[in-house]
């Protein structure tokens, strides 16, 4: 058996998606800046896709600006709001610790470009408090930004207050909604959201097609300098078929929204219960804000990465934090936010499921995770030294 259960680092297109995809690939190939009939029948396209985006999000078509994926809309959204604010002498940026690194780095960038960032911490809970945001507001600060749902542990932030909050104290408020958007209802004008990051690989569209809210009146740097595409806002020729695709793939996923929520949290639960059964084993984040199909359990005694190529092997694909810390030797931020120690943090796992999981697959998932965990666990000396007496048990 193969059971995928990586959604959140990205998702397979849905049918739909690729077949709304193909003829601007081939037959309407033109390029929506050419006057002619080609690059018009594109043109027409691309717009009733931003209309359909703008839609679904209770936002105006003028307010969608097509990019490149979810870390350009992040990029572009935390740029704009800096030089916004650096033009009234704001210089302050809040943020979370629990961000996603297209947010955090660019954060880090400003930093050293003279901005001062403060991240607020997150309890244990992984669920960011609104008192906190609005203790960490000063009278410079500039923007505010706090991701929709988190990304590893799935927690689900409370948007509309902390928006409420912003709109009150006068500051622009950003969400990096790349996990929420097709998975959550989404308001812009009820949370009162001024700047919101999507990307379409995410919600069964393709990889490489993004875009970011941006409320009317709130000015955007460009990020890229060029043609005038994107009312002037985006250079570059808009990948209209990727575009197309998006708008697809967004009204589709919305369209069976509430159906897959109810199906995904149960199986999503029955996971849960199953893998908390394993001894000296901890689930990550609030047990019931969170996605409807994210799972994140800490083990102790073994390594998340040995787990996964294990899981691998069986069939299963997970993923032992975010996919871009992957690959290096850091636990994850997130963990280490929300309390877990470095040792603990290391033995992580991730599934993330998709809107078509069955009960037989979470079933394989239980049964294999629980084989593996132990089988790493009687080869790992550190869970020997634990057993023995001679480490403590954090777990
Ligand atoms: C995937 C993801 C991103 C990055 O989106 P890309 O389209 O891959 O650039 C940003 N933020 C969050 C929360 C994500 O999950």
Redesign the pocket.
Known sequence: MTVYADN???TPMSEAAVAAMLPYLTEISGNPSSLHSDGQRAKEALEAARADVAAALGAQPREILFT???????NTALRAAAVLGAEKGKRHLVSTAI?????LHTLAALEKEGFEVTLVPVGESGIVDPAAVAAAIREDTALVSV?????EIGTLQPVAEIGAICREKGVLFHT????AVGRCPIDVNAEHIDLL?A????FHGP????FLYVRRGVKVTPLIAGGAQERGLRAGTENVGGIVATAVALKEALARREEDAARLTALRDRLIEGLAAIPHSALNGDPVRRLPGNVNFCFEGIEGESLLLLLDDRGIRASSG???TSGSLDPSHVLLAIGRVHDVAHGSLRLSLGEDATGEEIDYLIANVREVVAYLRSISPVWRDLQSGQGRFLL
């Open positions: 959140a680092a990205t490149s994926g979810g870390s350009e809309a992040d961000e996603h690194h297209a947010v991701m929709y749902a988190n990304n990096d909604a790349v996990q990051s990307s379409a690989h995410k990889k490489g097609v993004g975010s996919a871009c």
